[in-house]
Nanobody, 118 residues
Framework: QVQLVESGGGLVQPGGSLRLSCAASGRIFSMNVMGWYRQAPGKERELVATITRSGTTSYASSVKDRFTISRENANNTVYLQMNSLKPEDTAIYYC????????????WGQGTQVTVSS
């Protein structure tokens, strides 16, 4: 069983920064994609950023140039550096990992709250 554990959420003022971490453990196929999603109250979960094992990244247009995703393959950890935070970034942030091995296998973390408010 694969487990994802997030950390690093909290309360920050507009314009501030936070760094989220997510550590994956268990039986994980190495050719995986890790990423972050978020869900604000009353809204659907949306993609924030993803990163492949080789380091290819993609970002939602709303966070590009403010957020940076990175990973450490040796310990299956993914990070999300969030700068210039805005109130509209307030949401629960979820870590995600998926890979294809005949079928699609997908796993989620429990979520960490990020609140941007003065």
């Amino acid at each position: 069983q694969v487990q994802l554990v997030e950390s690093g959420g909290g309360l920050v003022q507009p314009g501030g920064s936070l760094r989220l971490s997510c550590a994956a453990s268990g039986r994980i196929f190495s050719m995986n994609v890790m990423g972050w999603y978020r869900q604000a109250p009353g809204k659907e979960r949306e993609l924030v950023a993803t990163i492949t094992r080789s380091g290819t990244t993609s970002y939602a247009s709303s966070v590009k140039d403010r957020f940076t995703i990175s990973r450490e393959n040796a310990n299956n950890t993914v990070y999300l550096q969030m700068n210039s935070l805005k109130p509209e970034d307030t949401a629960i942030y979820y870590c995600n990992l998926y890979y294809f091995l005949g079928s699609r296998y997908e796993y989620w973390g429990q979520g960490t709250q990020v609140t941007v408010s003065s």
